[in-house]
Every structure is written in C-alpha cells, then in structure tokens.
C-alpha cells in the first residue's frame, strides 16, 4: 500500500497571503488528521475528518480550515498568513477500530514545510 | 480530557548505553497508549502501540515500553543504544472507547554519543 502522500512539500509565502495544503490518506483510511508542528511547542492538533465530516476540533483561531473529499483526500487551508504560522504540518490517516472501541493507529506524511515571509 | 507528559526534552546517551524515555499520561478513561519516532525532515513513525492487551509492548528497532496503570506511565527503553536511535520521540495518548483525537506530548530528542 502506498503511504500518506503529501503536497508540497516545501511553501514560501508571504504574509498575508493564503496558502492550500493537500494529503492524500492510505487507501480505505477514512480518517484525516492535521497537525502543526513547530520547534519547542510538539504537534499541536488542528483538526480531523472523517468521512468527509469535521470529527474533532483543535484550538486554531478560525484561518485554519479544512476539508475533505469522497475520496478521503483533504486540504487544509491558511488565510491571511501570518509569521507565527511558519511550521510543519503533518497530517495523518487511521482507521476505527470496529464496535466502537477506539483507532488504530496514525500513519503520517512528510509533511509540508511551510514559510511565511 | 487526556493528556501526556515527556520528561526530558533532550536525552543523551552513551553508545551502548540504556535509553530510558519517559512518558507520563493522563486519562479520564482506559486509554490506548503510543510512542513514535521522528527523523529529521520526516513524519512521524509508530515505534509501538498499547491497546489493552499486553502491558509489555515490544516494538520496532528493539524499543519496548511497559504500561503502569498505578503510575500512569508508559516509558520507553531500549538496552543498547546505537547511533542509529538518535532522533526525536513522541509519546501519544487516545480515549479507548469512541473516535477521540490524539494527543501528543511535546517530544524528546534523543542524542547518542559514540
């Protein structure tokens, strides 16, 4: 099975700008989690879909949004960037585990290396 | 609401040497339990899980973490450290029951010294 891919990899923006990441999940993982990951501060959660339904919600002010398709894929968008919002961000897939007990495992991307000038 | 605590933002060790990572949890509910690995300008791979079987997991790469439900802890080792291990660890924590977000705690960064 191919893994997380995500795209791009690398993003040089400046502020104010708006920026479009994409992941595309292990196939038949319905789940899609984004995070940010930045140095000293760990992986702070963004948000999950699942199903093409927003699952959980981080605490990122309302410019981090996203989405996801049918196809599982999502896209997380930024609008007006910010400096602060130079990060990586790794999104991740999983899957339920059956009878509601809980998720397997994440599997994660590389992640898009993002720059705000 | 969960939560988990890795103490020790930067480990080093000696090659050879015992790696001790450690990772403290906190859970309203039985949780289900991970540690991943993180090489430079890469995601995040899954070094082992705990999911309320076994309370000591073995993992990739020789790690091994035991669960202690009286402590709260799910520490990860690993007898002999090589060069290789040098990376940054995460320890994560889940709700067993239902859909819940993931939450990770803010890592360590493992450095082995030949």
């Known amino acids: 099975k191919a893994g997380v891919t995500q795209t791009p990899r690398y993003l040089i923006k400046t502020r104010g700008q708006q920026v479009t990441l994409s992941c595309s999940p292990i196939s038949g993982h319905r789940s899609v989690s984004w995070y940010q990951q930045t140095p000293g501060q760990g992986l702070q959660f963004l948000f999950e879909?699942?199903?093409?339904?927003?699952?959980n919600k981080g605490n990122f002010p309302g410019r981090f949004s996203g989405r996801q398709f049918s196809n599982s894929r999502s896209e997380m968008n930024v609008s007006t960037l910010e400096l602060g919002d130079s990060a990586l961000y790794l999104c991740?897939?999983?899957?339920?585990?059956?009878?509601?007990?809980?998720?397997?495992?994440?599997?994660f991307g590389p992640g898009t290396r993002l720059t705000v000038l | 609401a969960q939560s988990v605590t890795q103490l020790g933002s930067h480990v080093s060790v000696s090659e050879g040497a015992l790696v001790l990572l450690r990772c403290n949890y906190s859970s309203s509910v039985p949780p289900y339990l991970f540690w991943y690995v993180q090489y430079p300008n890469q995601g995040l791979q899954l070094l082992l899980k705990?999911?309320?079987?076994?309370?000591l997991v073995k993992g990739i790469n020789g790690f091994e973490a035991e669960f202690k439900k009286s402590e709260t802890s799910f520490h990860l080792t690993k007898p002999s450290a090589h060069m290789s291990d040098a990376a940054e660890y995460f320890c994560?924590?889940?709700?067993?029951?239902?859909?819940?977000?993931?939450?990770f705690g803010i890592g360590t960064k493992l450095q082995v010294i030949p």
């Open positions: 879909y699942f199903s093409e339904t927003q699952r």
């Open positions: 994560a924590v889940t709700p067993s029951g239902g859909y819940q977000k993931v939450t």
């Open positions: 991740a897939s999983s899957q339920p585990i059956a009878g509601g007990r809980g998720r397997h495992e994440q599997f």
């Open positions: 705990y999911t309320s079987a076994a309370t």
